[in-house]
């Protein structure tokens, strides 16, 4: 069993949002809360240690009361940038990543990423929904043995920027979960709209 003590949840909120015309997805409200707010209080529950990835506003995002970590890798090179950071600093055994903009994700997300993990001896574990009949991985949710930092110093230092490619490289497990919506994200201001109640 992986225990929760053993995983820090990381809140990836270091992305450039423009399909929301460029402002930080993170701390735009959803029902009086910054999005990124209510990743923190559904991951924390789920976890040891929460950190959040951020490159702007820092600030703003230290005031959430978590230690908040920027990339080092410059110029916005996507979401394994964030992995990184986490990775650098996480003091757990196991790291797991979430997004800023998909503030409904599943209660028992770690559990069941943990647990597909340790059953199948993998070193990451990535949710799986269904689309239109068809298979859709999740990547940025993903559950990943905090030793995996080398591999990917290496795997971006080479130009890799896609997480799917990276994990593909590791013992990795697709955990199904029947609830697509739950991982529905806000990109634009209409997706942020249609999350409100
Ligand atoms: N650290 C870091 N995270 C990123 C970067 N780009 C995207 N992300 C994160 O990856 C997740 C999914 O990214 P997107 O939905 O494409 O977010 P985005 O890049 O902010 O938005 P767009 O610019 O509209 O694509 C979000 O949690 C982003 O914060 C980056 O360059 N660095
Ligand atoms: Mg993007």
Redesign the pocket.
């Known amino acids: 069993m992986i225990d929760a003590q053993d995983i820090t949840g990381l809140i990836?909120?270091?992305?450039?949002?423009?399909?929301?015309g460029g402002v930080d997805?993170g701390l735009q409200n959803l029902n009086g809360l910054p999005m990124a707010m209510h990743a923190l209080l559904r991951l924390q529950p789920q976890v040891g240690a929460v950190l959040i990835?951020a490159?702007r506003n820092l600030a703003a995002y230290e005031s959430f009361g978590v230690p908040v970590w920027p990339?080092a890798l410059p110029d916005?090179?996507?979401?394994l940038?964030?992995f990184m950071?986490g990775l650098e600093h996480c003091e757990t055994p196991w790291l797991v990543t979430v997004?800023?903009?998909t503030p409904r994700f599943p209660a028992d997300l770690v559990a069941r990423l943990a647990a597909a993990a340790h059953e199948a001896g993998a070193d990451a574990a990535l949710p799986v929904t269904e689309e239109d009949g068809r298979p859709q991985v999740q990547p940025?949710f993903c559950l990943m043995k905090a030793s995996l930092l080398e591999s990917l110093v290496r795997f971006t230092g080479e130009g890799g920027r896609k997480i799917d490619r990276w994990i593909g490289q590791h013992r990795h497990v697709e955990v199904p979960f029947g609830d697509a919506e739950a991982f529905f994200?806000a990109?634009t201001l209409a997706d942020l709209r249609r999350l409100e109640p």
């Open positions: 990836l909120a270091g992305g450039r949002g423009s399909r929301m997805k990835n490159n990339d916005f090179p996507g979401p940038a964030g950071a997004p800023c903009d940025v994200n990109n």
